[in-house]
């Protein structure tokens, strides 16, 4: 590599990037597959420390279940906004999450729930332009929605601050009230 031909090793560290994703194949507990990353069916547990005051600090990674279990519905929409009413915008969206997921299916290596991130950010981008459509048919109800919504958003916040960021919490607070799925091990 580094001959001096800029296009050889472009191709060379492309051979080295699917290589790297063809063969990094291992077990892991939190593994998950692409299909699983929008449920938040694992999140992955990336530090756990059980401290002298008998609680425990742990740093989780995965997204808000608020905004990530709504941008469902809402790609769907999304997928609606482009195809029936020809919305550009929504159009924009649905290839631009395409294009971040697409190349994950066909990943057969060990995979965890972060690889979803750069999704989520279009579905929150998603979540607003069906906002912005909603409001266009009737504002004052979505307005009041969309608040509840924002407060449901920064209630999980909060709630879930704890395994996001190591904050020391009783396990037991962790398994009754964080473990809101079997697969989740936040405690």
């Known amino acids: 590599m580094g001959n001096g031909n800029v296009f050889q090793t ?10 790297y994703h063809e063969k990094t194949v291992f077990e892991h507990p939190y593994a998950s597959e692409w299909y699983e990353w929008a449920w938040i069916k694992r999140p992955l547990l990336d ?11 742990v740093v989780s990674t995965f997204g808000n279940p608020v905004i990530w279990w709504s941008a469902i519905p809402a790609l769907f929409y999304t997928i609606y906004l482009w195809q029936i009413r020809q919305d550009k915008i929504a ?8 294009s971040m997921l697409f190349p994950w ?3 057969h290596r060990t995979v965890f729930i972060y690889q979803y991130f750069a999704c989520s950010m279009i579905q929150i981008l998603m979540l607003g332009n069906c906002l912005h459509f909603f ?8 307005r009041k929605a969309a608040l509840l919504y ?3 958003v920064i209630g999980a916040f909060l709630l879930f601050y704890p395994v996001l960021s190591g904050y020391p919490v009783k396990q037991e607070f962790a398994e009754q009230w964080l473990e809101w799925l079997e697969g989740w091990v936040l405690s």
Do not use: V
């Open 10 to 19: 472009m191709w060379e560290n492309q051979q080295l990037m699917l290589h």
């Open 150 to 152: 924002l407060a449901a």
């Open 105 to 107: 299916l066909f990943i």
């Open 47 to 57: 530090a756990y420390t059980s401290l002298k005051s008998g609680k425990i600090s």
């Open 135 to 142: 409001w266009e048919r009737d504002p004052k109800r979505t």
């Open 91 to 98: 159009g924009y969206l649905c290839i631009s999450y395409a």
